[in-house]
Antibody
Framework: QVQLQESGPGLVKPSETLSLTCTVS????????WSWIRQPAGKGLEWIGR???????NYNPSLKSRVTMSVDTSKNQFSLKLSSVTAADTAVYYC????????WGQGTTVTVSS | DIQMTQSPSAMSASVGDRVTITCRAS??????LAWFQQKPGKVPKRLIY???SLQSGVPSRFSGSGSGTEFTLTISSLQPEDFATYYC?????????FGPGTKVDIK
């Protein structure tokens, strides 16, 4: 059974870059799309973007100028970088499988604060 | 972008009630719609995909219907564990967008 686990710093300073990794276990990362989603406390879900194992990406236009996603198939991992963060980027960040999000990671809370 | 709306935004219901949540898309999305359940502090869980297909392991009291721009999630007989927030998701076109959520709580 495929499991996903997000990892990365829980605290990021304003104007810096948020970096998260999602590790896929129990199955291969290959031949799937992989998504990132975030959720500010008490608010709804926002799709950040997705990456295919070839490296092809689609980003939410609202974040596109600041987002970079990458994949490392040798490690069964994919990653998210969000640059120039502000307090508005404070949220729980989730990784999920495919655009239809049938499998989710547990989520990781990222706080943007000095 | 395709805008997703949900109604109601919140509702109170009793155990055993039939509950219907509506999701509307600002333009046609065929059946590229999924429904998720999220309990406080928990990870969203997919209930329905392709508008009406039940995710494996999800109780049959959950059902989805619709196509185009209007979709419904129905819980035939609400159980205590069903009190949660429900989100729809369209993935017909980018950016993928979620509805704002419908919170179902205990009457």
């Amino acid at each position: 059974q495929v499991q996903l686990q997000e990892s990365g710093p829980g605290l990021v300073k304003p104007s810096e870059t948020l970096s998260l990794t999602c590790t896929v276990s129990g199955g291969s990362i290959s031949s799937y799309y992989w998504s990132w989603i975030r959720q500010p406390a008490g608010k709804g879900l926002e799709w950040i973007g997705r990456i295919y194992t070839s490296g092809s990406t689609n980003y939410n236009p609202s974040l596109k100028s600041r987002v970079t996603m990458s994949v490392d198939t040798s490690k069964n991992q994919f990653s998210l970088k969000l640059s120039s963060v502000t307090a508005a980027d404070t949220a729980v960040y989730y990784c999920a499988r495919a655009i239809v999000m049938d499998v989710w990671g547990q989520g990781t809370t990222v706080t943007v604060s000095s | 972008d395709i805008q997703m709306t949900q109604s109601p935004s919140a509702m109170s219901a009793s155990v055993g009630d039939r509950v219907t949540i509506t999701c509307r898309a600002s333009q046609g999305i065929s059946n590229y719609l999924a429904w998720f359940q999220q309990k406080p502090g928990k990870v969203p869980k997919r209930l329905i995909y392709a508008a009406s297909s039940l995710q494996s392991g999800v109780p049959s009291r959950f059902s989805g219907s619709g196509s185009g721009t209007e979709f419904t999630l129905t819980i035939s007989s609400l159980q205590p564990e069903d009190f949660a927030t429900y989100y729809c998701l369209q993935h017909n076109s980018y950016p993928v967008t979620f509805g704002p959520g419908t919170k179902v709580d205990i009457k």
